[in-house]
Antibody, heavy 121, light 106 residues
Framework: QVHLQEAGPGMVKPSQTLSLSCSVS??????????WGWSRQHPVKGLEWIGY???????SYNPSLKSRLSISLDKSKNQISLKLTSVTAADTAIYYC?????????????WGQGTLVTVSS | DIAMTQSPSSLSASVGDRVTITCRAS??????VNWYQQIPGRAPKLLIS???TLQDGVPSRFSGSGSGTDFSLTISNLQPEDFAIYYC????????FGQGTKVQMK
């Protein structure tokens, strides 16, 4: 059973950098077959795909976030991390850690429980 | 961006009913469509991938169809645990989601 658990600050000030981590159990981020990433859910805008990283470091990012975004793996800790710079109120959302199948239609097979991040001064 | 227009935004139904939710893509996306179920307060759950492939453990009353730009999710014989919000997602390029359809009890 694959389990994803997000961790983060809960609140971030505007213009600062949002940093989240995700601990993975039941699977290894060092092996192929899956991408590891993030999606978020805005209170009003709905679900939004953020991006993902493959075990070899190859990344795919949402073009609207790409200039501010970094997703990486810590293989020694079996964790995924997200860094989003220059945040604004529009980045307030529930952030989900995800495991995405590599292959046709690339569905998100596993989701973490989600962590709420509020951007506010 | 490829827009996914989902309809209806909400519907009311009774246990045992058959319901259909549709998603229309703003351009051709072959069968790169996934469907998710979300119970409020919980993470989404994958139901169907590649437009029509039912995931392991998902009841057979759920089915998906479509290709190109028009897709649908059908729930036959609606059960109490099916009252939830359903989302389509396109993964053809730079994934995007539909706005969601809330299935509520009549």
């Amino acid at each position: 059973q694959v389990h994803l658990q997000e961790a983060g600050p809960g609140m971030v000030k505007p213009s600062q950098t949002l940093s989240l981590s995700c601990s993975v159990s039941g699977a290894s981020v060092s092996l192929g077959g899956y991408n590891w990433g993030w999606s978020r859910q805005h209170p009003v805008k709905g679900l939004e795909w953020i991006g993902y990283v493959y075990y070899d470091g190859d990344t795919s990012y949402n073009p609207s976030l790409k200039s501010r975004l970094s997703i990486s793996l810590d293989k020694s800790k079996n964790q995924i991390s997200l860094k989003l710079t220059s945040v604004t109120a529009a980045d307030t959302a529930i952030y989900y850690c995800t495991r995405v199948v590599v292959g046709h239609s690339a569905p998100t097979l596993n989701w973490g429980q989600g962590t709420l991040v509020t951007v506010s001064s | 961006d490829i827009a996914m227009t989902q309809s209806p935004s909400s519907l009311s139904a009774s246990v045992g009913d058959r319901v259909t939710i549709t998603c229309r893509a703003s351009q051709y996306i072959a069968d790169f469509v996934n469907w998710y179920q979300q119970i409020p307060g919980r993470a989404p759950k994958l139901l169907i991938s590649a437009a029509s492939t039912l995931q392991d453990g998902v009841p057979s009353r759920f089915s998906g169809s479509g290709s190109g730009t028009d897709f649908s999710l059908t729930i036959s014989n609606l059960q109490p645990e099916d009252f939830a919000i359903y989302y389509c997602e396109q993964s053809y390029t730079s994934n995007t989601f539909g706005q969601g359809t809330k299935v509520q009890m009549k």
